[in-house]
């Protein structure tokens, strides 16, 4: 069983792979690396590896389980989250939320839920009909925007909606992707 620190942000909860032994870095490829003195530590999921601390920003607990990743898609990223600005739009309107950099890694979750044969997440959630709300700032603009993203290039109607609801019913991106599929509904 596998130990991991567990996160909150303000679009769900991260998990980490935690070390407190040295067994348990074990086939991590640090075993070399890390010594006992240095433990416990946390795996950051990028190749590298950080010292922990359980009044680090955001730390909740730690928890074990044999599954990678540990919690469930609705905890990891949000669904239908009151604050909702970036993340997956689903083609029934449900959203699921994620920071600026976790859509890919959102979109592996999801598509390993909803469509579990997919090679390519991004592709399938896209050929399925979902949509990728995403920050819009370019680094010369003097505000982050949202941006809403459709490889088909239409919108159902729960998704035209919830656009309403989010208050991104005047972007330039929604009324053409709602233009291009008003006589869908």
Not at 31 to 54: A, H, K, T
Not at 93 to 108: E, I, L, R, V
Request: with cysteine; hydrophobic share 30%.
């Amino acid at each position: 069983m596998k130990k991991f620190a567990v996160y909150k942000s303000e679009t769900g909860y991260y998990c980490y792979r935690y070390a407190d032994t040295l067994a348990a870095i074990a086939g991590s490829g640090f075993e070399n690396i890390i010594g006992e003195e240095q433990l416990p530590v946390v795996f950051d999921g990028r190749g590298g590896y950080f010292s922990f601390r359980e009044n680090d920003y955001g730390f909740v607990k730690i928890i074990e389980s044999d599954n990678d990743p540990p919690l469930p898609l609705e905890k990891m990223f949000f669904k239908n989250h009151p604050d909702f600005k970036l993340g997956w739009m689903s083609p029934d309107g449900d959203t699921y939320s994620c920071n600026y950099t976790n859509h890919n890694k959102c979109a592996k979750m999801l598509a390993k839920t909803f469509y579990p044969k997919a090679k390519y997440p991004e592709t399938a959630l896209d050929r399925a009909g979902w949509l990728k709300i995403i920050d819009s700032w370019d680094g010369t603009e003097r505000m982050h925007g949202q941006y809403v993203h459709s490889d088909r290039g239409r919108v159902t109607k729960r998704q035209a909606d919830k656009l309403f609801d989010l208050g991104l019913f005047e972007n330039k991106e929604v009324k053409e992707l709602i233009r291009n599929s008003e006589n869908d509904w």
